[in-house]
């Protein structure tokens, strides 16, 4: 896929697929070098691509719908409660 814009960070990128399903051990280092994105069991709702910089969803058209919370930055990502 070649590159697109994000519209939530603005930077063109090559969006990152998305995979469903009990990931394979193939799976689990792909994901762990960027190359795909563990989306969790249940595709219905899921994205099909994410911007590999901010999280966001991108369409093959380069539209925005939402964030996923795995590929977002560590910047949003709560805070552990003090105590």
Do not use: N, W
Request: hydrophobic letters at 35%; a negative charge; proline letters at 13%.
């Amino acid at each position: 896929m070649k590159a697109l814009p994000c519209p939530t960070c603005a930077l063109h990128v090559k969006p990152v697929r998305v995979t469903y399903g009990l990931p394979t051990l193939e799976a689990e280092q792909d994901a762990a070098d960027g190359r795909i994105v563990l989306g969790g069991c249940d595709p219905t709702f899921g994205p099909e691509f994410v911007c590999p910089e901010c999280g966001s969803e991108i369409d093959p058209d380069g539209v925005v719908a939402s964030r996923v919370a795995s590929r977002a930055p560590a910047s949003e990502a709560p805070k552990p409660a003090e105590g």
